[in-house]
Protein backbone atom coordinates (compact mmCIF):
# COMPACT_ATOMS: atom_id res chain seq x y z
CA UNK A 1 0.00 0.00 0.00
CA UNK A 2 1.56 3.02 -0.98
CA UNK A 3 0.42 6.98 0.54
CA UNK A 4 0.62 10.18 -0.11
CA UNK A 5 1.71 11.61 3.60
CA UNK A 6 5.43 12.54 4.13
CA UNK A 7 6.69 12.16 7.63
CA UNK A 8 7.40 15.68 9.11
CA UNK A 9 9.59 15.63 12.75
CA UNK A 10 9.23 12.48 13.19
CA UNK A 11 5.33 11.66 12.55
CA UNK A 12 3.17 11.20 9.69
CA UNK A 13 1.79 14.55 8.78
CA UNK A 14 0.96 16.00 5.49
CA UNK A 15 3.95 18.59 4.92
CA UNK A 16 2.52 22.19 4.99
CA UNK A 17 3.90 25.41 3.22
CA UNK A 18 3.52 27.25 6.09
CA UNK A 19 6.76 29.81 6.85
CA UNK A 20 7.76 29.10 10.93
CA UNK A 21 10.17 31.44 12.23
CA UNK A 22 13.27 30.10 14.23
CA UNK A 23 13.30 30.48 17.99
CA UNK A 24 15.90 33.46 17.15
CA UNK A 25 13.79 35.44 15.41
CA UNK A 26 10.65 34.67 17.85
CA UNK A 27 13.07 35.67 20.85
CA UNK A 28 13.09 39.46 19.08
CA UNK A 29 9.52 40.26 19.37
CA UNK A 30 6.11 39.33 21.09
CA UNK A 31 3.70 38.04 18.95
CA UNK A 32 -0.23 37.18 19.04
CA UNK A 33 0.19 33.76 20.42
CA UNK A 34 2.50 35.17 22.81
CA UNK A 35 0.10 37.66 23.97
CA UNK A 36 -2.61 35.10 24.51
CA UNK A 37 0.43 33.56 26.95
CA UNK A 38 1.51 37.16 28.78
CA UNK A 39 -2.71 38.26 29.56
CA UNK A 40 -3.14 34.48 29.93
CA UNK A 41 -3.13 33.09 33.81
CA UNK A 42 -0.74 29.87 33.40
CA UNK A 43 2.52 30.45 35.31
CA UNK A 44 4.25 27.73 33.97
CA UNK A 45 3.38 28.76 30.36
CA UNK A 46 4.56 32.43 30.55
CA UNK A 47 7.83 31.44 32.39
CA UNK A 48 8.54 29.10 29.69
CA UNK A 49 7.95 31.96 26.96
CA UNK A 50 10.15 34.67 29.46
CA UNK A 51 12.68 32.11 28.93
CA UNK A 52 12.76 31.93 25.17
CA UNK A 53 12.02 35.62 24.68
CA UNK A 54 15.49 35.86 26.49
CA UNK A 55 17.19 33.05 24.74
CA UNK A 56 17.70 30.73 27.98
CA UNK A 57 15.31 28.11 26.90
CA UNK A 58 14.08 26.54 23.12
CA UNK A 59 10.85 27.42 21.94
CA UNK A 60 7.67 25.52 22.55
CA UNK A 61 7.66 22.42 20.04
CA UNK A 62 4.64 22.04 18.85
CA UNK A 63 4.90 19.38 16.26
CA UNK A 64 3.73 16.49 18.56
CA UNK A 65 0.11 18.54 19.32
CA UNK A 66 -2.31 17.09 17.59
CA UNK A 67 -4.80 19.96 17.83
CA UNK A 68 -2.14 22.70 16.58
CA UNK A 69 -1.48 20.46 13.82
CA UNK A 70 -5.36 20.01 13.03
CA UNK A 71 -5.39 23.77 13.10
CA UNK A 72 -2.36 23.99 10.66
CA UNK A 73 -4.04 21.44 8.24
CA UNK A 74 -7.23 23.04 8.05
CA UNK A 75 -5.99 26.77 7.56
CA UNK A 76 -6.06 26.64 3.98
CA UNK A 77 -9.98 25.00 4.05
CA UNK A 78 -11.24 27.19 7.29
CA UNK A 79 -9.87 30.46 4.72
CA UNK A 80 -11.67 28.78 1.97
CA UNK A 81 -15.02 28.43 3.96
CA UNK A 82 -14.78 31.33 5.41
CA UNK A 83 -14.61 33.39 1.89
CA UNK A 84 -17.30 31.30 0.49
CA UNK A 85 -19.93 31.89 3.28
CA UNK A 86 -19.17 35.60 3.47
CA UNK A 87 -18.37 35.98 -0.13
CA UNK A 88 -15.33 38.50 1.59
CA UNK A 89 -11.96 37.69 0.18
CA UNK A 90 -8.81 37.05 2.01
CA UNK A 91 -5.17 38.61 1.20
CA UNK A 92 -2.12 39.04 2.68
CA UNK A 93 -2.31 35.04 3.66
CA UNK A 94 0.90 34.58 6.15
CA UNK A 95 2.00 37.95 6.39
CA UNK A 96 4.81 38.72 9.38
CA UNK A 97 3.87 42.30 9.95
CA UNK A 98 5.47 44.65 12.56
CA UNK A 99 3.30 47.24 14.36
CA UNK A 100 4.04 50.82 12.79
CA UNK A 101 5.55 52.21 16.31
CA UNK A 102 6.17 49.75 19.08
CA UNK A 103 9.14 47.16 16.62
CA UNK A 104 8.92 44.55 19.08
CA UNK A 105 5.46 43.94 18.58
CA UNK A 106 4.89 41.66 15.88
CA UNK A 107 1.85 38.96 13.96
CA UNK A 108 1.87 36.32 11.72
CA UNK A 109 -1.14 37.26 10.25
CA UNK A 110 -3.43 34.44 9.38
CA UNK A 111 -4.79 37.12 6.51
CA UNK A 112 -6.69 40.26 6.16
CA UNK A 113 -10.63 40.60 5.03
CA UNK A 114 -9.78 42.64 1.75
CA UNK A 115 -13.05 44.11 1.67
CA UNK A 116 -12.86 45.38 5.35
CA UNK A 117 -9.56 45.22 6.46
CA UNK A 118 -10.54 42.66 9.34
CA UNK A 119 -7.90 40.61 10.74
CA UNK A 120 -8.33 37.13 9.93
CA UNK A 121 -7.99 34.26 12.00
CA UNK A 122 -8.38 30.69 11.85
CA UNK A 123 -8.40 28.58 14.23
CA UNK A 124 -9.45 24.82 14.65
CA UNK A 125 -11.63 23.50 17.90
CA UNK A 126 -12.61 20.91 19.43
CA UNK A 127 -16.42 20.49 19.66
CA UNK A 128 -17.04 18.77 23.32
CA UNK A 129 -16.06 21.96 25.26
CA UNK A 130 -17.07 24.77 22.91
CA UNK A 131 -18.44 27.97 23.09
CA UNK A 132 -18.87 31.14 21.15
CA UNK A 133 -18.31 33.23 24.09
CA UNK A 134 -14.94 30.69 25.42
CA UNK A 135 -13.90 31.06 22.12
CA UNK A 136 -14.19 34.99 21.67
CA UNK A 137 -12.30 34.74 25.25
CA UNK A 138 -9.60 32.43 24.68
CA UNK A 139 -8.34 34.54 21.56
CA UNK A 140 -9.03 38.05 22.82
CA UNK A 141 -5.50 38.58 23.44
CA UNK A 142 -4.22 37.35 20.29
CA UNK A 143 -6.96 39.11 18.45
CA UNK A 144 -6.33 42.38 19.93
CA UNK A 145 -2.44 42.10 19.59
CA UNK A 146 -3.16 41.57 15.49
CA UNK A 147 -5.18 44.21 15.33
CA UNK A 148 -2.88 46.63 16.67
CA UNK A 149 -0.13 45.24 14.51
CA UNK A 150 -1.89 45.75 11.74
CA UNK A 151 -3.74 48.96 12.46
CA UNK A 152 -7.12 48.00 12.20
CA UNK A 153 -10.43 48.37 13.94
CA UNK A 154 -11.95 44.50 13.66
CA UNK A 155 -11.51 40.76 12.90
CA UNK A 156 -12.48 37.90 11.94
CA UNK A 157 -12.47 34.67 14.41
CA UNK A 158 -13.17 32.12 11.74
CA UNK A 159 -13.55 28.54 13.43
CA UNK A 160 -14.21 25.32 12.21
CA UNK A 161 -14.98 22.85 15.11
CA UNK A 162 -14.09 18.67 15.48
CA UNK A 163 -17.76 18.26 15.35
CA UNK A 164 -18.54 19.23 11.86
CA UNK A 165 -19.91 22.87 12.84
CA UNK A 166 -18.30 26.01 10.86
CA UNK A 167 -18.43 29.53 13.19
CA UNK A 168 -17.29 33.16 12.52
CA UNK A 169 -17.17 35.82 15.29
CA UNK A 170 -16.49 39.43 14.21
CA UNK A 171 -14.72 41.30 17.15
CA UNK A 172 -13.98 44.77 17.48
CA UNK A 173 -10.65 46.60 18.63
CA UNK A 174 -11.31 47.28 22.68
CA UNK A 175 -8.95 50.35 23.02
CA UNK A 176 -9.00 49.95 26.84
CA UNK A 177 -8.03 46.09 26.56
CA UNK A 178 -6.02 47.17 24.17
CA UNK A 179 -4.09 49.70 26.22
CA UNK A 180 -3.61 46.81 29.05
CA UNK A 181 -2.24 44.88 26.60
CA UNK A 182 0.27 46.84 25.74
CA UNK A 183 1.32 47.62 29.21
CA UNK A 184 1.91 43.82 29.76
CA UNK A 185 3.46 43.05 27.08
CA UNK A 186 5.81 45.77 27.41
CA UNK A 187 6.12 44.85 30.95
CA UNK A 188 7.04 41.65 29.91
Do not use: C
Not at 44 to 64: A, F, I, V
Not at 117 to 135: C, D, R, T
Request: glycine letters at 10%; a neutral charge.
Amino acid sequence: MTTNTILVNGGGLPTTRRKTLTGQDRSHFIGGSDARVIMGKDEKSLTRLWKEKREEGPPLDLSQELVVQLGLVTEDLNRRWYEASSGNRIGQIQRHAIHRTIPWMAATLDGLVKETGAVFEAKFMLPWSFSEEAAGQKHMAQLQHNMLVANTKMSVLSIITGGGKWVELAVEADPIYQTVLIAAEKAF
